[in-house]
Nanobody, 124 residues
């Protein structure tokens, strides 16, 4: 089992940047596919991006492609989400998630563990 704790959220102006972190407990972090999701008020939780554990391949939702970058530091058991050129529509609670299998996973049901989220607010 793995526990996930997100940090780094906050208030930023449109066009600005934030870097989110997700600290994972456990010694098997390197063997999980990791993902970022977000949920805005009144909306369903949506996929942002993911990174596999074999090969470290990354994949993104079209809405963030070219602006957001996912990375992982397996030595530190930490997942990152670098967010640039932020827009007001990026405002949401951001969650990290872990999946025991390796692959490209874009739906919430494909992930086994979840953090509690961190709020990101982008002002116009």
């Amino acid at each position: 089992q793995v526990q996930l704790v997100e940090s780094g959220g906050g208030l930023v102006q449109a066009g600005g940047s934030l870097r989110l972190s997700c600290a994972a407990s456990g010694r098997t972090f390197s063997t999980y596919t990791m993902g970022w999701f977000r949920q805005a008020p009144g909306k369903e939780r949506e996929f942002v991006g993911g990174i596999t554990w074999i090969g470290g391949s990354t994949y993104y939702a079209d809405s963030v492609k070219g602006r957001f970058t996912i990375s992982r530091d397996n030595a530190k058991n930490t997942l990152y989400l670098q967010m640039n050129s932020l827009k007001p529509e990026d405002t949401a609670v951001y969650y990290c998630a872990a999946a025991r299998l390796n692959g490209v996973f874009r739906t919430t049901r494909q992930y086994d563990y979840w953090g509690r989220g961190t709020q990101v607010t982008v002002s116009s």
